[in-house]
């Protein structure tokens, strides 16, 4: 299996109210893109939440620290200024998801309310408008326990199932495989933030040559607390 990574340049700024789906459109057709049967069109949540009107003041580090305790269902570890919480969502991430980069100053940019309903919406519109089969994956920023550097996740998903539960197969020598779990929608969201970029002001791409089809929701990631052996 061959899989393709194809940026989708030039997409405007994006304020409350935009029609994210038309716009996605518009610069698919500037760069000569046309949409495919089972691609999967990954989109930054950050354009989504600015076309969903979850822009917000912040004018200063205060006001700043108080939307992130308004946004956190929980504050776990706290460190100078940074705060690892748990969302409503159950993500487990910096700051809540409170975002000040790439937006106007002054203000921050939250999460979608409902990431996988805003997914499915985009999905279904892309559909409508295109005829096509595809699947959308919403994506967001995250650290990882243990490790160094930032990766993009899922965090929204509509078309793909989010885990490939390979349990009960036999692996490459025959053994069965107990626990083998892959989070797909979180690879695919690593694999398109490769020709997205963060400094590139490119925040969706087109990923291309996958066969996986499904109904999955991100939050089907989320480890439930009785098996979190970090907390």
């Not at 550097?149 to 349990?167: N, Q």
């Amino acid at each position: 299996m061959t899989v393709e990574l194809i940026p989708i340049p030039g997409i405007p700024a994006i304020v409350p109210g935009d029609d994210l789906s038309s716009i996605l459109l518009g610069a698919m057709r500037r760069a000569d893109i046309e949409l495919r049967d089972a691609d999967v069109v990954v989109v930054t949540h950050k354009v989504v939440s600015k076309a969903e009107g979850r822009i917000v003041e912040a004018a200063d580090d205060a006001a700043y620290r108080s939307l992130v305790e308004d946004e956190a269902a929980e504050v776990i570890r706290r460190r100078g200024d940074l705060a690892i919480t748990k969302t409503h969502h159950g993500f487990i991430c910096a700051n809540a998801g409170v975002d000040r980069s790439n937006t106007a100053e002054g203000t921050a940019v939250l999460l979608p309310v409902d990431p996988d309903r805003s997914a499915h919406r985009l999905c279904k519109e892309l559909e409508a408008k295109t005829g096509t089969d595809v699947a959308v994956v919403v994506t967001d920023t995250f650290g990882r326990v243990w490790r160094r550097g930032l990766v993009d996740v899922a965090i929204g998903v509509s078309g793909l199932p989010a885990i490939l539960d390979l349990r009960g197969m036999p692996d490459g020598e025959g053994r069965i495989m107990d626990v083998t779990e892959i989070a797909l929608i979180d690879e695919i969201a690593a694999a398109a933030d490769l020709v997205m970029g963060k400094a590139d002001n490119i925040p969706a791409a087109v990923v291309r040559g996958l066969t996986a089809r499904g109904d999955g929701r991100a939050t089907d990631l989320v480890r439930a607390a009785d098996e979190d052996l970090f907390r």
